[in-house]
């Protein structure tokens, strides 16, 4: 597991701009963003987190994992509507992950183009997938591609992290965090990580 080329340097100059996310990231010195370099594990990882928490997300993966013995887009696809209920996903998760392999086994979507595109273009791609909005695609494009600067304003995680780091009332505004986070640029996906690390056990993983 490699962390990403920018990393250092991104910690490095967060630390300097804000002091109250710094005491964030100098507690965790050993932590990491990492890519898993699966677009259909990161996607489908995704889609089983949407809406609940890290420790109930972790929990409903671990058992889709130990059914499907490894995650693609034939297994996902071939597995019972009842096999894949009995994980904990629900009614509208399971045809998410069905149209989700569908889309890959059909060749509707080209993963391996998305890391030649903006993040603009990426999310623009991969919200024609059904049960793919722009929180998944957020998180495709930090944990997937591991681009510098995502900030996912709609994330209520991130949002909580960065009430509790500045005492303020949750939750705030869509529009008070993107006027926050204007200080953690071009650096806000490491900003957003740190924040969603300051709230759990175990770090996010998609």
Same mark, same amino acid.
């Given at each position: 597991?490699?962390?990403?080329?920018?990393?250092?340097?991104?910690?490095?100059?967060?630390?300097?701009?804000?002091?109250?996310?710094?005491? @964030?990231? &100098?507690?965790?010195?050993?932590?990491?963003?990492?890519?898993?370099?699966?677009?259909?594990?990161?996607?489908?990882?995704? @889609?089983?987190?949407?809406?609940?928490?890290?420790?109930?997300?972790?929990?409903?993966?671990?058992?889709?994992?130990?059914?499907?013995?490894?995650?693609?887009?034939?297994?996902?696809? =071939?597995?019972?509507?009842?096999?894949?209920? =009995?994980?904990?996903?629900?009614?509208?998760?399971?045809? /998410?992950?069905?149209?989700?392999?569908?889309?890959?086994?059909?060749? %509707?979507?080209?993963?391996?183009?998305?890391?030649?595109?903006?993040?603009?273009?990426? &999310?623009?791609?991969? @919200?024609?997938?059904?049960?793919?909005?722009?929180?998944?695609?957020?998180?495709?494009?930090?944990?997937?591609?591991?681009?510098?600067?995502?900030?996912?304003?709609?994330?209520?995680?991130?949002?909580?992290?960065?009430?509790?780091? /500045?005492?303020?009332?949750?939750?705030?505004?869509? %529009?008070?965090?993107?006027?926050? =986070?204007?200080?953690?640029?071009?650096?806000?996906?490491?900003?957003?990580?740190?924040?969603?690390?300051?709230?759990?056990?175990?770090?996010?993983? /998609?």
């Amino acid at each position: 597991m490699k962390k990403p080329k920018f990393w250092d340097l991104a910690k490095k100059e967060l630390i300097t701009k804000d002091k109250k996310l710094g005491n @964030i990231i &100098i507690s965790y010195p050993k932590d990491f963003l990492f890519s898993r370099s699966d677009p259909f594990y990161t996607l489908s990882r995704s @889609i089983v987190g949407q809406q609940i928490s890290v420790k109930a997300a972790q929990a409903v993966w671990d058992r889709l994992e130990f059914k499907v013995k490894k995650i693609n887009p034939k297994n996902i696809n =071939s597995l019972h509507f009842q096999s894949l209920k =009995s994980c904990g996903l629900s009614r509208q998760k399971i045809s /998410y992950l069905k149209s989700l392999s569908t889309a890959f086994i059909n060749k %509707e979507v080209n993963p391996k183009q998305w890391y030649l595109l903006s993040d603009e273009k990426v &999310i623009e791609e991969l @919200i024609t997938i059904k049960g793919i909005g722009v929180w998944t695609a957020e998180m495709y494009l930090i944990f997937n591609l591991c681009r510098p600067d995502v900030f996912p304003s709609d994330d209520l995680g991130l949002i909580k992290g960065i009430c509790n780091c /500045y005492n303020l009332d949750y939750p705030i505004s869509k %529009e008070h965090a993107i006027k926050l =986070s204007k200080k953690w640029r071009p650096w806000r996906s490491v900003a957003t990580w740190y924040f969603w690390r300051s709230l759990d056990p175990i770090p996010v993983e /998609y």
